[in-house]
């Protein structure tokens, strides 16, 4: 029996162990080749695009200084690790447990690996799948002859049974619920890439695949009414779950194979995920799912890459320094 690619060798190019041995200057050289590519590591001025950069830095991190606008920068500057405070080589590491971790990696269990607090961790884990969502961001599925799977997820709004059964009350209708509800709506090329977004009910998806998925593309749905409006854009296959799993060429379980990613990153890491930050996490698994064939090297080397290509965090530059909104 041929051996399952994760079991292989060429799953396993980069390990915590080989980051860790790194000392500073050899993971600035790491973070350097990975931001600026094109120039093999060598400094690029962030703020005018100049190439001659001279090194002003007075010991510890290194620092340049742009011949063109004589403003001074750092290789983290403008990233996504601008103002950091923990060692480059910790950053890396944190990268490899990341990418790493199939399912996720809860901020706890990041915190204690990295030896930093929770909030530290927290905000940390959310830049980097900050990162990964950057990798979506405006992007199209689907296009002539390409088969799109859709399909929905509701996650949250968990209600706790009374304990006696005579208290009990049905938790499917609207009014014993809490409105945390949310769906994940997720949109999946057949062998590309997935798309996601959080709604209140499948049937607020439609302006969102409409706007996603081009013109030409089958897409593959369950027998939800919420579909019934795409009809008049696309070609559709429709498959009865009651019935069958996959029918007559329409089946949607590369959808389903995404929300079981998320459901085990929900049960079995997280537990809890707030509806503020699903989408985030949505788009975390839908990275992890995309990529599950490329060996934790590329992963770790794309998402370095997508951490120095994604400008200063919005939301969580400084989030413990000023009072969250």
């Not at 399952?4 to 500073?24: E, G």
Request: net charge positive; charged share 25%.
């Amino acid at each position: 029996m041929a051996q399952h690619f994760l079991l292989s060798a060429a799953s396993r190019t980069i390990s915590l162990k080989a980051v860790l041995r790194m000392d500073n200057a050899e993971a600035w050289a790491t973070f350097r080749r990975l931001r600026w590519p094109e120039t093999q590591g060598e400094p690029v001025c962030p703020h005018c695009g100049g190439c001659i950069c001279y090194d002003v830095a007075r010991g510890g991190s290194p620092r340049y200084r742009c011949r063109a606008c004589r403003r001074d920068f750092s290789p983290t500057s403008g990233t996504l690790f601008a103002y950091h405070k923990l060692h480059v080589r910790d950053y890396l590491a944190a990268i490899v447990i990341f990418v790493n971790a199939v399912k996720g990696i809860s901020s706890l269990q990041l915190a204690r690996d990295l030896g930093v607090s929770a909030k530290a961790a927290w905000v940390l884990g959310h830049k980097l799948r900050e990162a990964m969502a950057s990798e979506m961001k405006g992007a199209m599925v689907g296009g002539a002859g390409a088969v799109v799977e859709v399909d929905g997820c509701y996650v949250g709004g968990h209600i706790r049974p009374e304990n006696r059964k005579e208290d009990r009350k049905d938790r499917r209708l609207a009014q014993h619920q809490t409105g945390k509800r949310r769906v994940v709506v997720a949109v999946r090329e057949r062998d590309g890439r997935t798309l996601t977004s959080v709604f209140r009910s499948e049937e607020e998806s439609a302006a969102f695949i409409r706007a996603r998925v081009e013109r030409g593309s089958t897409i593959h749905a369950d027998e939800a009414a919420s579909w019934d409006d795409l009809r008049a854009r696309y070609a559709m296959k429709r498959i009865n779950h009651k019935e069958a799993f996959s029918f007559a060429d329409a089946c949607t379980n590369q959808a389903e194979s995404f929300f079981a990613r998320l459901r085990r990153a929900e049960w079995g890491q997280h537990h809890h995920i707030s509806g503020l930050y699903l989408h985030r996490y949505a788009a975390e698994m839908a990275w992890r799912e995309d990529h599950r064939r490329d060996a934790n090297g590329t992963l770790f080397s794309r998402l370095v890459a997508r951490v120095a290509a994604c400008a200063q965090s919005v939301d969580f530059t400084g989030r413990w320094q000023r009072r969250a909104g």
